[in-house]
């Protein structure tokens, strides 16, 4: 008796009917769904949201199915309410299992709505390879425009590019978390209350 362990089980097509296979990556979409309804032609799916909790921060109840507020993309939203536990910081993380590889794209996309947290004015964005007890490389909201607004949606475009060069390394090819954190007003104190997330997806795959 043995324990073999099976993923990424995929189907190629022969060559010329020779018999012989093409083993690669497979094709890379120009859109890459994470959390979307629209952008399904490729999916980086992820195995389950941390609570902030979970890491010795804020409790952070999250809802993937939130018809609390009218989705940006498809029927329902990603709603994520933002706890008072009396920690110093808080916040959700989507955990895709092992490192995936996410190179070949180059920004995150993905839209909010803040209508819930009124006096909300910035937060952070992190990206992180399997945890090393390091802060994990990191963008402030604030430092970016909407790309476009529609209701109470905002709509961001970030470069990948700008979570790499920080003090802690980050590698594209070995992704394992994507985390929302730390609602803050505009003098930098803690928010409480709800966000929406919608249509969060990575984009320009070749």
Request: net charge negative.
């Amino acid at each position: 008796p043995q324990t073999m362990l099976v993923d990424y089980v995929r189907v190629y097509q022969a060559n010329d009917g020779q018999g012989t296979y093409t083993i690669g990556a497979g094709p890379i979409t120009p859109q890459l769904g994470i959390y979307s309804e629209t952008h399904t032609d490729g999916v980086l799916p992820f195995a389950y949201i941390i609570n902030g909790a979970d890491f010795g921060g804020n409790l952070t109840n999250t809802d993937q199915n939130s018809t609390a507020v009218p989705a940006a993309d498809g029927s329902v939203a990603l709603a994520a309410n933002y706890l008072d536990s009396g920690k110093n910081y808080g916040g959700f993380v989507l955990n895709f299992g092992s490192g995936r590889d996410i190179s070949a794209y180059q920004s995150l996309r993905f839209a909010i709505d803040t209508s819930a947290m009124a006096d909300f004015a910035d937060m952070r964005i992190q990206l992180e390879n399997p945890r090393g007890g390091q802060p994990a490389p990191r963008v402030d909201l604030a430092d970016y425009d909407p790309v476009s607004i529609s209701g109470n949606w905002a709509y961001y475009d970030i470069p990948l590019q700008d979570f790499l060069g920080q003090t802690v390394a980050l590698s594209l090819q070995s992704i394992v978390y994507l985390g929302f954190w730390n609602p803050v007003s505009a003098s930098g104190q803690l928010q409480f209350g709800t966000l929406y997330f919608d249509d969060i997806h990575l984009a320009g795959g070749e």
